[in-house]
């Protein structure tokens, strides 16, 4: 079907919408890679086949879709119109539930969620904490659409914005409601999206081509709310695409997309290729005369291609190293010509803005930064998940009323945002309101959306080490202020985690810090130090027992710790010594066993595996 | 649940079969920016971008050798190396860090006897590290030949790679 005109659209999706009234019932799996990763393709497959057994084919709308967010607890069932929800489903129960839940109006207990707080089991998925205090207008449509279904988006009035933009409003009009809107770029700085559209508007291009970009590389380690937008719902990204390149005057886009993403890059072939056989993508798109497509580009597992000019240059099929600026890309980009960049959640902001009104959505946020962002909350949480919250909430809302706080009792120390050019933020911070100004001025950053959650066991000189090697093993090479002085800033965090750092090491630490940030060539380097600067502000006194007193008091550096085996608790099973690799533990049957320090390596596989928690680190 | 990019339990083509090659260098024939789709076939078609495949694509191609190698060097994603019978990804992402990843490295290091990047002298295991595969809710996580393996510990890694080094074992039965 080829539509031809907005009548042609409005009317294509009535009938669509009509023929998904039919069903009285609609249920859905989640089939995002995290629960894939915890097969809930076999959660499908039982569903499909139970409800052909149950003759309730025609009752019953089937899908799996993209990310539902709450990844903790995959796999996961949602029934509508009930709202019932359900967690962590094993196949073989899958009929039972379907039994119970649409033919006798019922639930099965034993998979609906469990309130860890009140122990109190939850129905509806509305009134689970972790969804309650989000406001998800981006991942709040993902139960609804099968990602390779096209009609599954035109259901819910997809494309609509992209036929008003091209019919009712010129270009400059489109920029004007982006600026009103007050979008700003969610992919790491946080540029007004209108601004850097205008400027690539207004540049020059020796033959009139531009191009427009999808930055989907997203290389942030913790974060992949672009992943699951792609994934989830791949013609959002295409409509704000469209839309963004007819306000800019472009005719070709690319994404480009991380080889880390199979499943993201497959849903979005196939949607390019309805959306180019409806017409809604293409030459004369809908009839309106204006001609736009898009093509993919594969990245090749390389962190500083999120940097606009390495991107670029990796999609020339050159090395992904960034090179000077200015000139901007807006100006002189791919090919040389004028190009604009955004991320895969700013795209999808862009037709919600047109489908809701500038006004409406400047509604949402703070001040500066308006709308939702996403952040991917993981490390020691209670619920791990993607979550869409306004801007301007507090890290404390995210992090106990909706992340459920910290598990097993343990005391929060810090949360990471922003990735490796991000920064760590104690508790002393928890009550800020989240938006681009406010992470920026505690000395972290937004970023992409990352947000990893650190407990009292959590040492916070490894976690800058960590993330200095990542950036140096990712710094491109070119600048020697990144490629020497990342290197050298690991040197010193590896001396002070293996117990021989001076008290000198912390000022060179911050001397390199400076020139690092002052002299690299692009952002990479330019934040390379943040999650060295932002422990150190913040956590100085780690470093300092690391140096001083030689010892790590989160007990996480081999050479600075000693395990031990508390022999009130131990019960002498003798568990840890059958998988101690160097036969450090000795000791006689049901008596407490002892570690021989001279001979342990500290490799803690003795403590997992100890049912009495008697071992420890200290 | 098998990941879509495991093509490690497919037989690869051997490097002296250049006919794949060239349907290859044919299909983005003119398109010079290709070179990383290109990589990226090369590697799924013979597992690993062989001096001699890029000696062969250099001469088809139009390309410089050392250009090739320089781009191969760069992205992360290619082996310039003949891989493993398993391949074992260790994830070694924010979330998977702060949930000690570095103890199923230095654990699958101690049992296997090579470090990330290395492959064991009989061929029978890969072991890499990622940077992150994005599944942060069953942190940490180690992808063996594509089947992924949550919340892991390093206990729990010792007995994974046990079925895998002991003989005949698949890794099947652990969950």
Known sequence: MRIDSPAALERYCEEVKEKKAKYPYRVSVCGGTGCQAFNCLEVYEALVESIKENDLEEEVELKLTGCHGFCEMGPLMYFQPMGTFY??????????????????????????????????????????????????????????????????????????????????????????AVERAGLRGRG??????????????????????????????????????????????????????AIGAYAIGACEGYVYVRHEYPLALRNLLVALDQAREMNLLGKDIMGSG????????????????????????????????????????????????????????????????????????????????????????????????????????????????????????????????????????????????????????????????????????????????????????????????????????????????????????LEALEVLAADIKAASLCALGGTAPNPVLTTLRYFRHEYEEHIYNKKCPAGVCPALITIKIDPEKCNGCGACAKVCPVNAISGEKKQPHVVDPELCIRCKVCMDRCRQEAIYAE | MEAENCHCMQRFVPVDDLRPLEEIVNKYRGDKSAVISIFHELHETYGYLDEKIMEELARRAGYQLSQLYGLATFYTQFRLEPVGEHIIKICHGTACHVRNAQGLIDEAERTLGIRPGQTSPDRKFTLETVNCVGTCALAPVVVVDGKYHGRMTPSKMQKLLKQYTEKGGTGEDED
């Not at chain 1, 034993?110 to 998800?136: N, T």
């Not at chain 1, 988006?153 to 004007?176: H, N, R, S």
């Not at chain 1, 989907?216 to 380690?221: F, I, S």
Request: hydrophobic letters at 35%.
């Open chain 1, 290 to 505: 204006f001609d736009f497509d898009i093509k993919v580009a594969v990245g090749g597992g390389a962190f500083v291609c999120g940097e606009e000019t390495a991107l670029i240059a990796s999609i020339e099929g050159k090395r992904g190293m960034p090179r000077p600026r200015p000139p901007y890309p807006a100006v002189k980009g791919l090919w040389g010509r004028p190009t604009n960049i955004n991320n895969v959640e700013t795209w999808e902001n862009v037709p919600l803005i047109i489908r809701m009104g500038p006004e409406k959505f400047a509604e949402i946020g703070t001040e500066n930064s308006k709308g939702t962002k996403i952040f991917s909350l993981v490390g020691k949480i209670n619920n791990t998940g993607l979550v869409e919250v306004p801007m301007g909430i507090t890290l404390r809302e995210i992090i106990y009323d909706i992340g459920g706080g910290i598990p097993g009792n343990k005391a929060f120390k810090a949360v990471q945002t922003g990735g490796p050019s991000g920064g760590c933020i104690p508790a002393e911070h928890l009550d800020i309101q989240v938006d681009f100004e406010s992470l920026q001025g505690i000395g972290s950053m937004m970023g992409s959306g990352g947000m990893i959650v650190m407990d009292e066991n959590t040492c916070m000189v490894d976690i800058a080490k960590y993330f200095m090697k990542f950036l140096c093993e990712e710094s491109c090479g070119k600048c020697v202020p990144c490629r020497v002085g990342t290197k050298r800033m690991l040197e010193i965090l590896t001396k002070i985690c293996d117990g021989e750092g001076t008290p000198e090491d």
């Open chain 1, 87 to 176: 967690a962590k489903v094993d196949p073989k129960d899958v009929n039972d539930i379907v039994v119970a839940t649409i033919l006798q109006e019922g639930e099965v207990e034993k998979y609906l969620y469990r309130d860890p707080v009140s122990g109190e089991k939850i129905h509806h998925r509305e009134e689970i904490p972790f969804y309650k205090k989000q406001v998800r207008l981006l991942l709040g449509i993902n139960h609804l659409i099968r990602p390779q279904v096209i009609d599954d988006y035109l259901a819910l009035d997809g494309y609509k914005a992209l036929a008003k933009v091209l019919f009712e409003m010129t270009p400059e009009e489109v920029i004007e």
């Open chain 1, 188 to 241: 790491g700085a946080g540029f007004p999206t209108a601004r850097k559209w205008r400027i690539c508007r207004e540049a020059p291009s020796p033959d009139g081509i531009k191009y427009i970009i999808c930055n989907a590389d997203e290389g942030d380690p913790g974060a992949y709310m672009d992943r699951s937008l792609l994934e989830g719902n791949p013609h959002a990204v295409i409509e704000g695409m």
